[in-house]
């Protein structure tokens, strides 16, 4: 049984706080605008970003339950999962992945599936319909059923995107590491628990904005509920530009991939496709509107590293 002392930070060294640099972009300076980039990528090389800030109290929490197997949630190409595969490996967790699309059980693994796969995940493939009612009782102890009749006390669950009020907690500690650094934060959104958690984390005159990168509108109420879940009620000043999602999610574009290869090409930094570039595109279209006053810093918060494996322009 994984200890919960073995969770700590001394375990997996992780790189925290995570380094924060400036960079020259002429996009940002002509307006008068500083940036830097929050390098969360960095925090671990298998669990990097806003991963490692929502997992790690989840992961003490389950040891501390006495829980020995995890439990969650993704779609096909998620980061989440691999993440999620990765601590299992490391920290001595059994892990079961429930995919989103039955149809991907009769087709070879993607790179991406195939890591969880060859990390120990056991992956679950259900239908879309069932998916969207993954919160439910009932398709819990459906997939567990399907582990054996024991698995029910030995799993703690994880939800989708690893954002529940634990995870959100976790993330306010990237919000109180950029405290008197920037005037606005950035960063991309998925379930919207990093945002929910920065905003919070983040000193007095200092606001959040959030690039969804899926599409449909609702991450506002989201966030609110897993506010309210963490600390009790509206945490921090936040906002959403839901403008940048090229589609929605594991959707991207060639004018996004130019961006992003350009983005690299001037500041060395690989550019995940699918959160980072978005929310970097959405950020730099802000700057160029004349969003920002001059003598405005800007943080963007890098939350993951590109995969391979990546879907592009689809």
Same mark, same amino acid.
């Given at each position: 049984?994984?200890?919960?002392?073995?969770?700590?930070?001394?375990?997996?060294r992780?790189?925290?706080?995570?380094?924060?640099?400036?960079?020259?972009?002429?996009?940002?300076?002509?307006?008068?605008?500083?940036?830097?980039?929050?390098?969360?990528?960095?925090?671990?090389?298998?669990?990097?970003?806003?991963?490692?800030?929502?997992?790690?109290?989840?992961?003490?929490?389950?040891?501390?339950?006495?829980?020995?197997?995890?439990?969650?949630?993704?779609?096909?190409?998620?980061?989440?999962?691999?993440?999620?595969?990765? *601590?299992?490996?490391l920290?001595?967790?059994?892990?079961?992945? $429930?995919?989103?699309?039955?149809?991907?059980?009769?087709?070879?693994?993607?790179?991406?599936?195939?890591?969880?796969?060859?990390?120990?995940?056991?992956?679950? !493939?259900?239908?879309r319909?069932t998916?969207?009612?993954?919160?439910?009782?009932?398709?819990?102890?459906?997939?567990?059923?399907?582990?054996?009749?024991?698995?029910?006390?030995?799993?703690?669950? $994880?939800?989708?995107?690893?954002?529940?009020?634990?995870?959100?907690?976790?993330?306010?500690?990237?919000?109180?590491?950029?405290?008197?650094? *920037?005037?606005?934060?950035?960063?991309?959104?998925?379930?919207?628990?990093?945002?929910?958690?920065?905003?919070? #984390?983040?000193?007095?005159?200092?606001?959040?904005?959030? !690039?969804?990168?899926?599409?449909?509108? /609702?991450?506002?109420q989201?966030i609110?509920?897993?506010?309210?879940?963490?600390?009790?009620?509206?945490? #921090?000043?936040?906002?959403?530009?839901?403008?940048?999602? !090229?589609?929605? /999610?594991?959707?991207?574009?060639?004018?996004?991939?130019a /961006?992003?290869?350009? =983005?690299?090409?001037?500041?060395?930094?690989?550019?995940?496709?699918?959160?980072?570039?978005?929310?970097?595109?959405?950020?730099?279209?802000? $700057?160029?509107?004349?969003? =920002?006053?001059? #003598?405005?810093? $800007?943080?963007?918060?890098?939350?993951?590293?590109?995969?391979?494996?990546?879907?592009?322009?689809?």
């Amino acid at each position: 049984m994984t200890s919960p002392d073995a969770l700590g930070p001394a375990a997996l060294r992780p790189w925290l706080p995570s380094p924060l640099r400036p960079v020259e972009d002429e996009r940002f300076a002509r307006h008068g605008v500083r940036l830097l980039l929050k390098r969360d990528d960095l925090i671990h090389p298998e669990l990097p970003g806003n991963k490692w800030r929502k997992l790690a109290p989840n992961l003490r929490a389950a040891a501390t339950a006495g829980k020995d197997t995890l439990l969650t949630f993704g779609g096909a190409y998620s980061n989440h999962l691999r993440a999620t595969a990765a *601590a299992g490996r490391l920290l001595g967790f059994a892990t079961i992945g $429930v995919v989103r699309g039955e149809e991907l059980a009769d087709r070879p693994l993607n790179p991406s599936l195939a890591r969880c796969a060859a990390d120990g995940m056991r992956l679950a !493939f259900v239908d879309r319909s069932t998916y969207r009612r993954k919160a439910e009782p009932a398709v819990v102890s459906a997939v567990l059923a399907e582990a054996g009749p024991a698995a029910r006390d030995r799993v703690y669950v $994880v939800p989708e995107g690893g954002s529940n009020a634990l995870a959100v907690q976790g993330c306010a500690d990237l919000g109180r590491e950029l405290r008197g650094a *920037a005037d606005v934060v950035a960063v991309a959104c998925g379930t919207g628990g990093t945002l929910a958690g920065l905003a919070a #984390g983040l000193g007095a005159g200092q606001r959040a904005v959030g !690039f969804p990168v899926l599409k449909g509108g /609702f991450l506002g109420q989201e966030i609110r509920d897993l506010q309210r879940a963490a600390f009790g009620g509206p945490a #921090g000043d936040w906002r959403l530009d839901d403008r940048f999602h !090229f589609g929605g /999610f594991a959707r991207t574009s060639a004018t996004l991939d130019a /961006f992003a290869r350009e =983005f690299e090409d001037r500041h060395g930094l690989p550019v995940e496709r699918l959160y980072v570039a978005k929310m970097l595109y959405g950020l730099t279209a802000l $700057v160029t509107e004349g969003a =920002f006053p001059s #003598g405005t810093t $800007v943080a963007a918060v890098i939350t993951g590293q590109p995969e391979p494996s990546e879907p592009s322009s689809r």
